[in-house]
């Protein structure tokens, strides 16, 4: 693709990118460090007493989130893409408006809707009585229920995506053949969607194995769990580390196995998108589609929002939305702009210099800018504190180490988002301008970052969205009396005042919805 | 879009240069924001100190304290526990306080080197249903573990620090021989079900889910206030002769030995130990006020009319590995 341009030589792009992978290694260096200082019998303890029920805790929940996103992500986007019916464009939104929502604002509202006092509690005892003790969420079930509506949309979105491109050509030719439609859809359909399933589950994995809010507020022991409660209970930072490490390789099996569906999805996909006909539906299925996916929206979508606007007014009511709410939501948004904008800035390089040489190297420093993916929060969060504090140590207690520990764990998605439009940014290209006698600047400005425009702007949007969402690092990091509205559902649903945590969780949802639209818009402009 | 970026980058130096210059005390505070906030208004009401809550977990806190060191920019820090704080001075965080200014606290309730001062306390007791009966035999705390209360007990789970000091105190007045069989007998009991908060364990007990519970003190009164016709009833447990007595722990506050600001810093802990500050807190969340002679709450039981353990509350930090190790080790959920 690039056999012209593959001279190595030391350009601009490359210590750029040099330095970003190497700040983005930090808290992974941390980790090796730390688990080093851990003796034989350290390990052998941890290894017996702690690992084989951290391994099954999180495995199980791993599983059971994956069953949870197939069945509704699969389902969903097979109803949305193969057929047309009224409100088609409505539901899609309302299959990924569940990503406004974090998993422990899920999880908060959930654990109240289920007392005997909340909404489900009360229509539990309505149905089966006041004596049949109504399900509860602390345990393996709850948390799987609670991540399975919260993530499924990263499914619905990838294997959506992937039925509008795929080729109903062969699905035609196997109806020729004489098979029944439920027969294409078993022997055809979805064997060719399984690289966009494989990709879809192993990405909702990703986000169980470092998932903390939702596990913390429903006292699930996983790995991530564990690690925050050895360092921030039990001031064992060794231990932490030692957890860590496994984490690091469990995590790192699954981000392998994304990378590498997402690589089939390529080869699957048609090259020349042919546009999936989609039949209207039949009075009888638009029944049974708006039924599911009106179930699904109930649960993942309607229900938490409801349950926000009722407390927000009730807050509104009492007068208990202050002046410090705004300042808590102004913190927020600077935050989520300043890491947006850096963690955009800090992926260029990388995605570009692995456009140039597209060798080992290249792949190897895009797959060590993905270390956020593979550490949670907490870690992330430690091992910049004590870099920091090491070497750094005058702009500890300032925004820059929070900006700093975002930077780290939300480049991964930066770096992906700007990889597949680098890749439509041929050497020939920039050679063009060069011979043409722009400067590297220039060229920068005037050919690259054009082309790269939409790589950029999804990246942005991306890293903002998460960073707004963000808990376990900030909960760590955060300048003195910083607080974002994260941080504050967090100090208000520990103390239960439904009434203060409601209107940050509504302020949140309303802050990613604009971004959402606006990247569904850029997704849409794409694939048409 | 562009102009917007810029206005939010230059609000966002603002308010950081803003953070720099200020001459506020920085307050790493492990209590509830609601319990905290009146105290602090009041004095700043009567000083003009402005003061900054960071709010978090008191062992979380502590924690950064400790890896910020010199970096630090607290100036105090507050617990919800005497045994963080008992940790805080075995890592030589907090700065020792004259003992002219925290004498008004009895000796039991600070650090021997006064490096941090108990300013309310409360005590771990049993919330008891009015209505089923059977949960009348329990006298003592240790009798949680009988199996007659099977599916009838309310705990929370192991990692809050007010249950571990609970634990701690028990420990300190028997052996871990007890210790161990009791935690046993109740993870028997309570199976895998515990609870998350204290205030839910009161209500399983009023709406009839649970009949018993073991809760600090305050949770049962607040429930009360809110509630005044819930069948449960407040039981003080092990008072018979030979029986250990209440377990107590106090919340605390400390000023950090790496503080800048420490004459503003003596003058908060000065009004949290004065008699106007001390009521605060016996208003706020019905706790024992430390200082002698402010009295608690109306409806709580005066602290000369039960026995409370005769176990110093620097125990509770020196003694919380060992109570942890015993915890997991059963493996208490």
């Known amino acids: 693709m690039s056999s012209s341009l593959t001279v190595p030589r030391v350009s601009t792009r490359s210590v750029l990118s040099t330095l970003v992978v190497l700040l983005a290694s930090v808290p992974l260096i941390y980790v090796f460090i730390h688990s080093g200082q851990l003796s034989l019998s350290q390990w052998s303890n941890l290894w017996s007493a702690r690992l084989p029920g951290l391994l099954f ?10 069953v949870g996103s197939f069945v509704l992500g699969v389902s969903s986007a097979w109803l949305i893409t193969r057929r047309e019916f009224i409100g088609r464009r409505l539901a899609t939104w309302l299959m990924i408006l569940p990503l406004t929502i974090p998993t422990y604002v899920f999880a908060h ?35 799987a229920f609670v991540l399975s509506i919260a993530g499924f949309s990263y499914v619905f979105l990838l294997v959506s995506d992937a039925l509008t ?14 098979l029944t439609p ?50 921030s209970g039990r001031f064992d930072l060794q231990a932490a580390a030692g957890l860590s490490l496994v984490l690091v390789a469990l995590s790192l099996t699954f981000l392998i196995l994304e990378r590498f569906f997402r690589d089939r999805q390529r080869y699957y996909s048609a090259a020349q998108a042919q546009r999936t006909k989609r039949r209207a539906a039949t009075k009888v299925e638009l029944t049974f589609i708006w039924g599911w996916l009106g179930l699904i929206t109930t649960f993942a979508f309607a229900l938490p929002v409801a349950w926000m606007l009722v407390w927000t007014w009730e807050a509104w009511q009492q007068s208990l939305i202050s002046e410090e709410f705004w300042g808590y939501v102004q913190n927020s948004l600077i935050i ?11 992926a260029l390089p990388v995605a570009l210099f692995h456009a140039r040489l597209r060798n080992k190297i290249s792949q190897g420093y895009l797959h060590m800018a993905s270390i956020g993916f593979v550490l949670p929060g907490p870690v992330i969060a430690l091992g910049i504190l004590s870099f920091v504090l090491s070497m750094l140590p005058w702009i500890y207690g300032t925004m820059f180490v929070l900006l700093l520990a975002m930077l780290i764990r939300f480049l991964p998605l930066a770096v992906q988002a700007q990889e597949a439009s680098v890749q439509q940014l041929s050497p020939s290209l920039e050679e063009a ?38 808990l376990p690092a900030t909960l760590l990091l955060r300048p003195t009396g910083f607080d974002t509205l994260p941080v504050r559902i967090w100090v208000e649903a520990s103390e239960e005042m439904l009434e203060l945590a409601a209107p940050s969780a509504l302020m949140l949802m309303l802050g990613t919805l604009p971004v959402l639209w606006f990247l569904m818009r850029q997704h849409d402009a794409a694939t048409k | ?35 905290i906030k009146p105290v602090i208004k009041a004095f700043t009401k009567e000083t003009g100190i402005k003061v900054v809550l960071h709010t978090g977990s008191s062992t979380a806190l502590l924690n950064k304290l400790n890896l910020e060191a010199e970096r630090t920019k607290a100036d105090l820090y507050i617990s919800n526990d005497a045994g963080n704080l008992q940790k805080g001075t075995e890592f030589k965080l907090f700065q020792p306080m004259d003992d002219k200014m925290v004498k008004v606290i009895p000796a039991n309730f600070r650090a021997k080197d006064n490096s941090w001062v108990g300013l309310s306390a409360r005590a771990r007791v049993l919330v008891v249903s009015t209505k089923d009966k059977s949960a009348d ?89 809110k509630h005044p016709d819930a069948p449960i009833k407040v039981v003080l447990p092990d008072q018979r002769k030979d029986d250990m007595g209440v377990a107590w722990n106090v919340a605390g506050v400390a000023i950090v030995k790496h503080s800048s600001k420490k004459k503003a810093a003596q003058q908060l802990v000065e009004f949290m130990v004065s008699e106007a500050g001390q009521k605060l807190f016996a208003e706020v969340n019905q706790e024992y006020p430390t200082r002698p002679g402010v009295p608690a709450a109306e409806k709580v039981p005066t602290r000369a009319s039960y026995k409370v353990a005769d176990v110093p509350m620097t125990d509770l930090g020196e003694y919380r590995s060992a109570t942890l190790d015993i915890i997991e080790a059963v493996g208490m959920p």
């Not at chain 1, 805790?57 to 994956?66: C, G, P, R």
């Not at chain 1, 289920?114 to 109504?134: C, H, K, Q, S």
């Not at chain 2, 939010?8 to 924001?33: C, K, N, T």
């Not at chain 2, 021989?177 to 309570?190: C, D, E, H, P, Q």
Request: charged residues 20%.
């Open chain 1, 57 to 66: 805790n999180t495995l199980s929940l791993a599983i059971l989130v994956a």
């Open chain 1, 109 to 143: 509202i959930y654990t109240s809707l289920t007392e005997r006092e909340g909404w489900l509690g009360l229509l539990w005892a309505g149905i089966f009585g006041e004596d049949v003790p109504n399900p509860e969420l602390y345990n393996v079930f709850g948390a």
């Open chain 1, 165 to 178: 491109r795929s080729r109903v050509d062969i699905e035609e030719a196997a109806r020729l053949h004489g």
């Open chain 1, 182 to 231: 439920r027969q294409v859809f078993w022997k055809v359909s979805l064997p060719m969607l399984r690289p966009a399933i494989a990709a879809g589950l192993a990405l909702v994995v990703l986000h169980v194995l470092s998932d903390f809010g939702a596990v913390s507020m429903l006292r699930y022991q996983t790995f991530t769990l564990s690690i925050y409660l050895q360092m």
């Open chain 1, 336 to 346: 989520s702009v300043a890491a947006a904008t850096l963690a955009t800035v800090a």
């Open chain 1, 433 to 470: 301008g060069r011979s043409l006698g722009a400067t590297p600047w220039e060229n920068l400005r005037r050919i690259v970052i054009p082309v790269l425009r939409t790589g950029l702007v999804s990246a942005w949007v991306l890293v903002f969205i998460d960073t707004l969402k963000e």
């Open chain 2, 1 to 35: 879009m562009k102009r917007a970026i810029i206005a939010l980058f230059a609000l966002w130096m603002a308010a950081f240069s803003s953070q720099l210059f200020a001459e506020e005390l920085i307050v790493y505070s492990g209590r509830s924001d609601k319990f």
């Open chain 2, 137 to 225: 035999f329990v006298k003592s705390v240790f009798d949680l573990a009988d199996p007659r209360l099977k599916g009838k007990l309310g705990i929370t789970h192991s990692s809050n620090e007010s249950y571990i000091a609970g634990v701690t105190v028990y420990l300190r007045a028997n052996n871990e021989k007890v210790i161990k069989s009791w935690l046993n007998g109740m993870k028997t009991n309570v199976g895998s079900s515990v609870f998350n908060k204290h205030s839910k364990i009161v209500k399983a007990v009023a709406n009839g889910r649970k009949s018993i519970g073991l809760v600090n003190h305050y949770y049962i009164y607040r429930h009360l206030a």
